[in-house]
């Protein structure tokens, strides 16, 4: 079993997310299951899913159209939202439907219909604890910072979306930047928004619209982006995201 998959969506066959109560869902392409769920979603334009919630944390990364949300607004491409679990929200599409990634952080993503299903009271406790249930950030509109090495090694800049559960940020790399041989201590997912990006002689080439998910304490390396660098979205399922050199800290796995 490897400890990292290389997923491209245009591979998967668009499916809809059947609904054993026969309300009407979405078209999703289904990438990954496990301790992350990874679906392309695809709404209609004027879809509308009635109030329901989520077991475990979502988060959205949105590529075409307008995604609605009540009380929050609007999002397009360019903006990534994240959903506690077990908040309860109306969300739908806009005249030109909406497609983004869903990630489960956690488990599988049923809806989970409020009319039908009470949220567990300790799930709704821990949400009540953990502060806001829902937040948003445009990746355009945030000041990027240099990435903190320990070591004092060299990083590329980062964009820090959400840096509490759920963490998420976005980085840039020049084209003639290397990330030597290093390891992450949680579960990571990358999505390649703009460019090209290799992670070492046993993975393929990832393109733009290509996902990867590597294990949790697995050693790779190095990272080298294409002739025209590369861009991409990074969520740690787990914990704050971290780096470490496989070199001076010995990789778990």
């Known amino acids: 079993m490897n400890n990292w998959n290389h997923i491209r969506p245009s591979n998967f066959e668009w499916e809809y997310f059947e609904d054993k109560h026969g309300r009407e869902t ?4 289904k990438l990954i299951t496990g301790e992350q769920y990874i679906w392309e979603a695809s709404l209609r334009p004027g879809y509308l899913a009635e109030s329901h919630w ?3 944390d979502i988060v959205q990364i949105f590529l075409e159209g307008e995604f609605t949300a009540e009380g929050e607004g609007s999002f397009y491409p360019g903006d990534v939202r994240w959903v506690k679990a077990g908040h309860s929200s109306i969300e739908g599409a806009g005249s030109d439907g909406s497609r983004f990634y869903l990630i489960a952080l956690g488990g599988d993503i049923p809806l989970m219909w409020d009319d039908i299903y009470e949220a567990p009271t300790d799930l709704l406790k821990q949400l009540k604890e953990r502060g806001n249930p829902v937040g948003s950030a445009n990746v355009n509109k945030i000041t990027p ?6 070591h004092n090694r060299p990083t590329q800049p980062v964009k820090n979306i959400c840096n509490e559960s759920p963490w998420i940020i976005e980085t840039t790399f020049a084209p003639d930047y290397t990330a030597d041989e290093h390891w992450h201590k949680n579960n990571t997912l990358y999505f390649i928004m703009d460019g090209e990006m290799e992670f070492g002689k046993e993975e393929p080439l990832y393109k733009t619209g290509d996902i990867r998910v590597v294990n949790g304490g697995y050693s790779y390396g190095p990272e080298k982006p294409g002739k025209e660098g590369v861009t991409f979205i990074l969520i740690s399922n787990g914990g704050p995201v971290d780096l470490n050199w496989s070199d001076i800290d010995k990789p778990p796995i």
């Open 54 to 56: 989520h077991p475990y």
């Open 26 to 29: 979405s078209k999703v392409r």
């Open 145 to 150: 910072e240099l990435f903190h090495d320990p």
